[in-house]
């Protein structure tokens, strides 16, 4: 469960952002006091509607942010990042103790995702240097042709 301070926190949003959402029916809540808290699933929810939603904050994070791996990345792997990063630090205080199976699904998943964004990387780097050595191949026909 995670409570309004948390999600604005990961989220990159204001409290009221989130109070809004739980207001209008947006996010599932449950209040606890003065305060509300949110399970996982319902925010994991929120954001996979609001990203694809450009006039919201998520929406509007969601196109600077590349996509990868297609819907089941939402918005990236930051964002994936920011929903999971609660999970994962309490998986990696508690290697020992109970490791739920969500807990594991997400951590396989943020692998996967992570791999996935540097074999795009790389392959982004292996095309700027070969549309550079293209250049520089280009330039040296010209010079051998004006040398002859």
């Known amino acids: 469960m995670l409570t309004t301070k948390e999600i604005s926190e990961m989220l990159k949003v204001s409290e009221e952002t989130v109070r809004r959402w739980i207001r209008t029916g947006d996010l599932k809540a449950i209040q606890e006091g003065k305060g509300y808290l949110v399970e996982k699933k319902d925010l994991m929810k929120l954001v996979q509607e609001k990203s694809t939603a450009t006039n919201s904050s998520i929406g509007k994070m969601a196109t600077l942010i590349p996509l990868i791996g297609g819907v089941g990345a939402i918005a990236g792997e930051t964002i994936f990042k920011m929903l999971t990063k609660k999970n994962l630090d309490a998986l990696d205080k508690n290697r020992k ?16 995702l992570k791999k996935k964004k540097i074999e795009l990387e790389h392959q982004m780097e292996l095309l700027e240097i070969e549309e550079e050595i293209s250049v520089y191949q280009k330039l040296q026909n010209q010079l051998k042709k004006s040398e002859t």
Do not use: A, F, M, N
């Not at 109970?98 to 699904?105: A, E, G, N, R, V």
């Open 97 to 112: 103790g109970d490791i739920s199976l969500q807990d594991i699904t997400y951590r396989i998943e943020e692998l996967k």
